[in-house]
């Protein structure tokens, strides 16, 4: 299975399946982060790419590709932060964006309409130590199992049970944080 995996890095086909299965949930955990299109659109981009650089690190044994590819786009998410932190510390502004098209704005728009309430979610998540609050963003927002999370993450699933009970605790007092995968 993980020879297959890697596959997606050299066969033209592979990856074209692998894109086509995963584009619309990558897009969705995108825009449930991202309130811009253009960039919404340049992260789902730079996760494929970086897709084909890691695909031989992708091992079933650990879970499911959605749950790697979800690791892969938080990684390529913090790093885009940095970089536009740092751009707008040093510029003011951020550029460089690439020109979309009436109906590429139009899409991205709807979806990130279809995903306001789990950005308000992320908000009310926001008092949360980073630790507890991206095991509940996967589980509860993003439908993840906690052994999936814990494999996005990079923790033990023991760890991942902890900080999901943790995060569950502080904020029982809103509906959605119950909800979601519990194995």
């Given amino acids: 299975m993980r020879r297959k995996r890697a596959e997606i890095a050299t066969d033209p086909v592979a990856f074209e399946a692998f894109y086509r ?39 079933a044994e650990l879970g499911t590709e959605i749950a790697w590819l979800y690791g892969v786009a938080r990684k390529t998410l913090s790093a885009e932060r940095r970089r536009a932190y740092k751009q707008y510390q040093l510029t003011g502004r951020v550029s460089g964006r690439r020109t979309l098209d009436i109906d590429d704005i139009a899409e991205l728009e709807q979806r990130i309409d279809a995903e306001r309430r789990a950005r308000q979610a992320f908000e009310a998540m926001a008092e949360l130590p980073e630790g507890e609050r991206a095991v509940l963003e996967l589980v509860v927002i993003d ?6 999370a814990a494999l996005a993450l990079g923790i033990r699933q023991g760890a991942a049970k902890v900080r999901l009970h943790r995060a569950r605790k502080k904020l029982q007092n809103l509906p959605f944080v119950m909800s979601g995968a519990s194995e």
Wanted: aromatic letters at 6%.
């Fill in 143 to 148: 439908q993840l199992t906690v052994t999936e």
């Fill in 21 to 59: 299965r995963h584009v619309d949930a990558l897009t969705r955990f995108l825009a449930r982060r991202v309130d811009d299109p253009h960039t919404v659109a340049d992260l789902v981009a730079e996760v494929f790419v970086a897709v084909l650089d890691s695909a031989h690190t992708y091992r």
